[in-house]
């Protein structure tokens, strides 16, 4: 879980489990993945959008995706800020 991430050390690789979702019903898989080959793109993050309900998400998901962030950036991961 992200909450793996926020706690592990910089010279550790970084643990997750993935999900997949499918006809037959979620699975869930264990992954380690290199924190100096990883990145994370972060698409379409606004602070104001013509739609007042995507500007609503985006608020309600910033704070959650800011902690992930963070702690990724302080692993070496690199983080790549895009629109869309």
Same mark, same amino acid.
């Given at each position: 879980?992200?909450?793996?991430?926020?706690?592990?050390?910089?010279?550790?690789?970084?643990?997750?489990?993935?999900?997949?979702?499918?006809?037959?019903?979620?699975?869930?898989?264990?992954?380690? &993945?290199?924190?100096?080959?990883?990145?994370?793109?972060? @698409?379409?993050? &606004?602070?104001?959008? &013509? @739609?007042?309900?995507?500007?609503?998400?985006?608020?309600?998901?910033?704070?959650?995706?800011?902690?992930?962030?963070?702690?990724?950036?302080?692993?070496?991961?690199?983080i790549v800020?895009?629109?869309?």
């Open positions: 879980p992200l909450s793996m991430l926020a706690t592990s050390r910089a010279s550790e690789p970084i643990e997750l489990s993935l999900r997949t979702r499918s006809e037959s019903g979620v699975s869930e898989t264990k992954a380690t &993945w290199n924190p100096h080959e990883t990145a994370i793109v972060i @698409c379409d993050m &606004w602070d104001g959008h &013509w @739609c007042p309900s995507a500007t609503a998400r985006v608020g309600e998901m910033a704070p959650f995706m800011n902690r992930v962030i963070h702690a990724a950036r302080q692993r070496g991961v690199l800020h895009s629109p869309s």
